[in-house]
């Protein structure tokens, strides 16, 4: 089965591309509001993700489209306490994850994903994250990975439950990230309880052991620091050191580290870049000067990563995009400048994470339909005839998912339509009692 997709706070379809992978979703509706990534989006995809989430007129535009998952790379910013007994509409508003919310709720899309960054998990104290969670849990009726329930009602969870590190996922990047998964109750009723595994802690392929295979073997002098700003630094680091702090540059592949992995790269470029610099020595490069540089260039071959690596670092480029004959496909339009490609690739997702997270949700799927499925095919074996309310009332699901079922399982041959119309009846298949009464004869 092909499941549909709309991706919101698309960014450059990071999160897009990792479901796209496994070859089951397909991608119906985006919104992203900046306009450099909505160029790149359309470059990489072929379709203008221009779209704002907030209005009105988007939330009815999803309202009428058909998918079964809602993608979101939603901002980390701090609710409302004020409205706080009033439910999502009041505690959320103002914030991203109220649209986000408000539109789960007009579509109610089987399952839920969504990306932030690792301090969600603390942010307000931790306030932000339950509110999430209950929000979730309580008012859309989501079964969210990583979730329980104690005695008394209460959710129990810990912020480690959410996140997961890209380095565990076959790029050499540090780069921790809270993930959240959650699957709708009104549609698979109790087969939600099914779900007991966590969220993959790591991947199923190594796509670049350590930086060694992510870095350029030579770049442009341009991505050389100027010798003044790199005496800076290092002046800086010193007086970090003697306060006790740990703050400063750090060279990722520096002589001694048998497997070097970068830092976090970030979408405000500078620190990502100060806290990844690669030693990587160039003749001619030392004392040159350049026009975009006030000093000479260095002479201890210090770096900054190029776009091209970060891209890497990120499964853009050398993975997520190579056709079927291993050839590279990514690129950005030919305008965007090199400050926006480090802004696009810091703000976007590591793709083979994001693909493992869909092979999970994959899984989840199946477990929770086989468990339908069994349920059903219990009531036929007991049953001469049975109808969709008995299907309703057995699984505590929709209407429209137990439609969907006794479809799929009437196309499958296993069960079949004795009377059609609105009171439709069924009953197990003919040729399933026919398979049984051989194997009995055969017994026999």
């Known amino acids: 089965m092909i499941y549909k997709t709309i991706d919101l706070c698309a960014g450059i379809g990071g999160i897009r591309r990792g479901f796209e992978l496994t070859g089951q979703f397909d991608n119906v509706l985006s919104a992203e509001i900046d306009d450099c990534a909505c160029k790149t989006y359309e470059h990489l995809f072929g379709e203008n993700p221009k779209n ?11 309202a009428k489209t058909e998918y079964d998952v ?10 409302s306490r004020a409205g706080q007994k009033l439910g999502f509409r009041d505690t959320t508003k103002g914030t991203i994850f109220f649209d986000i919310a408000d ?12 990306e932030n960054v690792e301090n969600l998990v603390s942010h307000d104290k931790g306030e932000t994250l339950k509110r999430i969670v209950t929000i979730l849990e309580e008012e859309l009726q989501y079964r969210i990975i990583g979730v329980t329930m104690d005695e008394d009602g209460g959710y129990v969870y810990s912020g480690k439950s959410f996140i997961r590190n890209s380095k565990n996922f076959g790029l050499p990047q540090n780069r921790p990230r809270v993930y959240i998964m959650a699957f709708s109750k009104k549609i698979y009723g109790d087969a939600v309880k099914v779900l007991t595994e966590d969220l993959p802690f790591s991947g199923r392929k190594v796509i670049a052991e350590d930086l060694h295979s992510i870095i350029e073997p030579e770049v442009d002098d341009v991505y ?32 001694g580290i048998e497997h070097p992995v970068a830092s976090t790269i970030l979408a405000t470029g500078g620190s990502g870049k100060e806290r990844n610099l690669i030693r990587q020595h160039k003749d001619g490069v030392a004392g040159k000067m350049l026009p975009t540089k006030k000093t000479g260039l260095n002479s201890e071959g210090i770096r900054v990563m190029t776009p091209t ?6 499964g853009f480029i050398g993975y997520a995009f190579l056709d079927k ?22 703000n976007s997702v590591t793709i083979p994470v994001i693909e493992e997270m869909a092979h999970f949700m994959l899984s989840c799927f199946d477990k929770m339909e086989n468990c339908h499925e069994e349920v059903i ?18 699984l505590h699901i929709s209407v429209n998912h137990a439609s969907w079922l006794l479809r799929k399982l009437t196309q499958a041959g296993k069960i079949e339509i004795v009377h059609r119309g609105r009171y439709s009846k069924y009953r197990k298949a003919a040729s399933t009692n026919q398979n049984e009464s051989l194997v009995d004869s055969n017994v026999i």
């Not at 704002?52 to 999803?62: C, G, H, I, Q, R």
């Not at 809602?70 to 609710?79: E, N, S, V």
């Not at 539109?103 to 969504?114: G, M």
């Open 52 to 62: 704002d989430l907030t209005s009105e007129e988007f939330k009815e535009l999803a």
């Open 70 to 79: 809602l993608l979101a790379g939603f901002p980390c910013q701090t609710f």
């Open 103 to 114: 539109i789960i709720s007009r579509t109610n899309p089987r399952a839920v994903f969504l």
């Open 224 to 255: 050389y620091m100027a010798s003044g700003y790199w005496e800076t630094l290092k002046k800086h680091k010193v007086r970090e050191k003697s306060k006790g702090h740990g703050f400063g540059y750090v060279i990722v592949n520096e002589s």
């Open 309 to 314: 690596e970060w891209g890497r670092l990120q």
């Open 325 to 346: 004959e291993g050839n590279e496909t990514f690129s950005f339009p030919k305008d965007t400048t090199r400050t926006q490609q480090y802004k696009q690739f810091g």
């Open 377 to 394: 095919l219990n009531i036929a074996q007991e049953k001469e005839l049975f109808n969709k309310r008995d299907i309703i009332d057995a």
